[in-house]
């Protein structure tokens, strides 16, 4: 660790992509319901800062979407951009639902 600086290692490259593909999948999420402005801002937000929280966690959390991935392929750039789209597209479902008090189930259920 040769910069002791929290602020800077949080918020760093790494984190922007994060956040402008969960940006993207919000963003993709809500063009294709075609929301309104306001609700896609609304939508994509929340997509980016999700997809930014989760972080490198997504892979795991996008599992039963995109399966078993091949030994090492969860710390790829390619592979957490991807799972932040993911985050950033059903974010906005899984919160609601969440407030809602639903259950989120899977197909196999």
Known sequence: ???????????????????FFGVLGGMV????IRTTWREGLRVSF????TAFGVGV?????ARPWIGDLPEGMETA???????AFIVG????TIIERMIEGKTITTAED
Do not use: E, H, K
């Open 77 to 83: 750039l390619g592979t957490l951009c991807a799972a």
């Open 29 to 32: 999420r809500s063009a294709t």
């Open 46 to 49: 929340i997509g980016g800062a």
């Open 57 to 61: 966690l997504g892979p795991m959390l």
């Open 89 to 92: 597209l059903i974010a906005v």
């Open 1 to 19: 660790m040769d910069d002791p600086n929290l602020f800077a290692q949080i918020f760093n490259q790494r984190g922007a992509l994060l956040t």
